[in-house]
């Protein structure tokens, strides 16, 4: 026989249960406000470096913990500097440390002191290297603290400095990179070179301390002819590759070495470009490819 007509549609049903929850966004980033003035100094443990920027360090609201302070000073890091990025780096205790950065002005009369209790370094990043660059090495130090107060210097605060003398010697086109030991002569420039520690937040007890470090990922461009890339990047494609890769960077004369940055368990992320790279046709093509380690070590001597 014929169908016989369509029931009325039925009451809803429960609500199911809950999802599991997304992801959160990530959060804005806002860049730290930068400071003019006639010269900084950052100090700690006795010693005390000349700074080219000081960026943060300050606590805009009082419901809020304090921005990250950020320190760039010319050159390579030496002395106690360089002992505490390798604290950092090794995770000991002796990474957090009270520290200070004083304002001086035109005569060098100490101005403004900031302190930061108990700080430890969040990041450390060193100017890429670029065998056509023109530009002066520089490190960027930034530090976190829970603690960090302002009030007008003395002349009680007038520092004994105690920057390396060879700091201006040092350009951002004089260093070599090696794979396992063995230079690569047609490296042209890595970019990429430092690491971040993670933040563990504060609880109602105690103060944000330093979480597991990150080395960043590097790009590493060479030369078209350059033989060293494209098996070590087949070799991670594979399931190995791990290797260990050093920026060593060099005096003016290319002889004098200044000190070495050393990543460990270091592996390309992909494949190296396919075809040369260069703006024209007729340009001298480069290769590229991202690589990434999971540790990293950093040391510096005089020129």
Known sequence: GTAGARGATGATGAAG????????????????????????????????????????????????????????????PTGELLTWIQA??????????????????????????VDLKQAFIKRVAVTPVDGGATNALQTTITLVSDDVTRRVATTADTPTMTDPKVSNTQLASNFSASIDGVPDPRAISVDGIGFTRA????????????????????????????????????????????????????????????????VTQTKPLGEVSPFTEGATPDASGRLRVAVQGTGVALTTGPA
């Not at 105690?206 to 590493?220: H, Q, Y």
């Not at 060593?248 to 002889?255: A, I, L, Q, R, V």
């Open 88 to 113: 950092a780096m090794s995770g000991s205790a002796a990474q957090i440390k009270d520290a200070d950065i004083l304002q001086l002005d035109f005569s060098l009369k100490p101005l403004v002191r």
């Open 199 to 262: 933040v563990v937040p504060a609880t109602a007890t105690a103060p944000r301390t330093p979480g597991a470090l990150t080395p960043d990922v590097m790009n590493v461009v060479a030369g078209s002819l350059d033989d060293a890339l494209r098996p070590w990047s087949d070799a991670a494609a594979a399931g190995g590759g791990a290797r260990t890769f050093t920026v060593t960077f060099f005096g003016p004369d290319m002889k004098a070495v200044l000190g070495a940055w050393t």
């Open 17 to 76: 249960p809950q999802g599991p929850a997304g992801k959160d966004a990530p959060a804005p980033t806002t860049p730290l406000p930068t400071y003019a003035g006639a010269r900084y100094v950052f100090g700690f443990s006795n010693s005390a470096f000349t700074v080219a920027q000081v960026a943060g360090c300050s606590r805009p609201r009082f419901d809020q913990l304090p921005l990250d302070c950020q320190i760039t000073m010319k050159g390579l």
